[in-house]
C-alpha cells in the first residue's frame, strides 16, 4: 500500500551509497528490548555503536544462512539489535547530523541479545532503487 508522509513518517534520505561499510563506528537504534531479563520495549529510543563484521565471521556462528544481502554488526559490552527492533536502522554515521541508512536489524541470535553472537542485518544496498521507487 502507498507511503503516506507525514510530520511523523518522513522520507529517510540519503540512503545506502555503497554496500555496508567493514566499520567500527556504525550505529543501531531501536526502541527494543535494553536486556535479555526485561522483556519490555525501551520508552526511550536507543543508540548503540556498533562494528560491521565479515560474513565470514557470521558464518561461524549462523553457518550458511548468511547470504550477501546479508551483514552482521557486533557493539562493546555485547550490545547490538534486539527483540521489538527488528526493522530499525543502522547507520552509518559521518558527524553528528549526517548519517546514511545502511541496513535494516533483521535478527539477533536465539542464544539471546546479550549473547557475544553479532546481530543481523539486510544490508539495503541492493535496495536503494527499490526504496526509492515504492516511497515516491
Not at 567500527?24 to 543508540?47: A, F
Not at 526493522?87 to 552509518?92: E, F, I, M, R, V
Not at 541508512?101 to 532503487?129: L, Q
Request: proline content about 4%.
Amino acid at each position: 500500500m502507498p507511503i503516506e508522509f507525514t510530520d511523523y513518517i518522513r522520507r529517510l534520505l540519503p540512503l545506502a551509497l555503497h554496500e555496508l561499510p567493514a566499520k567500527p563506528d556504525l550505529r543501531s537504534i531501536g526502541w527494543g528490548q535494553t536486556s535479555d531479563s526485561n522483556s519490555s520495549l525501551s520508552e526511550d529510543l536507543q543508540v548503540v555503536r556498533v562494528a560491521s563484521v565479515t560474513n565470514n565471521e557470521s558464518k561461524i556462528v549462523y553457518g550458511n544462512q548468511i547470504t550477501d544481502k546479508m551483514g552482521c554488526v557486533v557493539g562493546n559490552y555485547n550490545e547490538g539489535a534486539c527483540h521489538g527492533g527488528i526493522g530499525s536502522p543502522l547507520l552509518d554515521a559521518y558527524s553528528r547530523y549526517t548519517a546514511i541508512h545502511v541496513g535494516f536489524a533483521s535478527f539477533v541470535s536465539s542464544n539471546g541479545c546479550e549473547s557475544t553472537d553479532p546481530s543481523g542485518y539486510t544490508r539495503i544496498y541492493g535496495y536503494v532503487n527499490w526504496i526509492t521507487e515504492v516511497t515516491r
